[in-house]
């Protein structure tokens, strides 16, 4: 199952169902698949959402960029130069306190992206951050955000559809183990993605949840125990 329309059969063959049977029609179809693959793209912040939007930088504080989910950027650089993230109320009490502060900087607040305007950076401004996939219901060659990722990321879709599908027919019973199955789906594709992330290392001057690998005394280390910590 790649496209829009394999999954609109799929989704009828396997309940036994057609477009001519009264209670199933293509406004349905195409609002269950919509609907469904919201759900889906937003279940986990998937690899395949990530995106990078890039600027021009000017001393201007408050920036939105359009199609990005809200408090979902992670990293931005101006002019190659990375800013360090600090939660929304530390930001402004720093700007409080430090209102002329050259400090690199910046926050978040809903779909808003707080930058320290004094930071005497100019240039390319690039941020990192997860985008809000679209998918077109008219377009019966379109694909998913797993297409072309993961495609067994479809059949999580493809159950979701099945549960609204089972809910039109007054049988929530069966609507509920289709949820069931649609997110058992995607945390297994999910589960796969944090093995490989497991496996990488975090750089021995940052914190983070990976492991950091130290190149002198050939060992691991992690953010539970320290050599020094007693």
Known sequence: MRTRDDLFTELLVRNNLTTTDTFITDAYLKSWFRDAHVWASSYHKWPMTEGRVSTTFAATEEW?????????????QINGKRLTKLNFEDYQTFREEEPNANDRVFSSFGK????????????????????????????????????????????????????????RLNNPQAAELHDQRAAAKLEEIWK???????????????????????VLRGSATDEIMHRDQF
């Open 64 to 76: 939105s960029f359009e199609g990005y989910k809200a408090d979902s950027f992670r990293m931005v």
């Open 112 to 167: 808003l992206v707080f930058i320290n305007p004094y930071i005497g950076l100019t240039g390319t401004m690039t941020a990192w951050g997860q985008y809000q996939p679209y998918v077109d219901v008219t377009d019966e060659t379109g694909t998913t955000i797993f297409t072309d990722w993961n495609d067994e990321g479809n059949e999580g879709v493809l159950e979701k559809m099945s549960s609204y599908l089972k809910r």
């Open 192 to 214: 796969h993605y944090q093995e490989e992330q497991y496996k990488k290392q975090t750089h021995p001057d940052s914190g983070g949840m990976f492991k950091r690998f130290d």
